[in-house]
């Protein structure tokens, strides 16, 4: 049986995207799944296309696995950590969210869950600001 991964794109505006994930563990475990792929996103009235998000606020809480968000590139780069039994809001927006440090990266965002074992879970809303 595979693991469980309901994604909702809960608003894709010209300017905020907002996405809910809920994630199940039942045998293998999330290693770089897309999460956010920029080039689905709504495009500004004039057809100019998103390239990228930063993630103003992450709303999440974790049962006995962790959640590492990863900037998407040729080589992926730790955004946050989201930690093991744990709920809360990480919220950015003071400085306007979290910038993709990556070296050469597409704008995408991926999930890796670390320690998970069956029946652990994690639900997640990401916040973001798009950029074109």
């Not at 994630?23 to 004039?46: E, F, N, P």
């Not at 006995?64 to 809360?88: C, F, H, K, M, R």
Request: net charge negative; hydrophobic share 40%; with cysteine.
């Amino acid at each position: 049986m595979a693991d469980v991964f309901v994604e909702k794109v809960i608003e894709d505006g010209p300017r905020n995207f907002v996405k809910s994930f809920s994630y199940t563990h039942v045998d293998a475990g999330q290693s770089a799944v897309m999460a956010i792929d920029v080039s689905g996103l709504s495009t500004l009235q004039d057809g100019t296309a998103c390239t990228g998000v930063r993630i103003n606020k992450i709303h999440f809480s974790t049962s006995n696995l962790e959640l590492n968000i990863l900037w998407d590139a040729s080589t992926d780069v730790l955004a946050v950590v989201l930690p093991t039994d744990y709920q809360g809001i990480f919220d950015f927006s003071s400085f306007g969210g979290l910038v993709n440090s990556a070296t050469s990266p597409t704008g995408d965002i991926r999930f890796t869950t670390v320690g998970a074992a069956a029946n652990d879970d994690y639900t997640v809303v990401l916040e973001c600001i798009k950029e074109f």
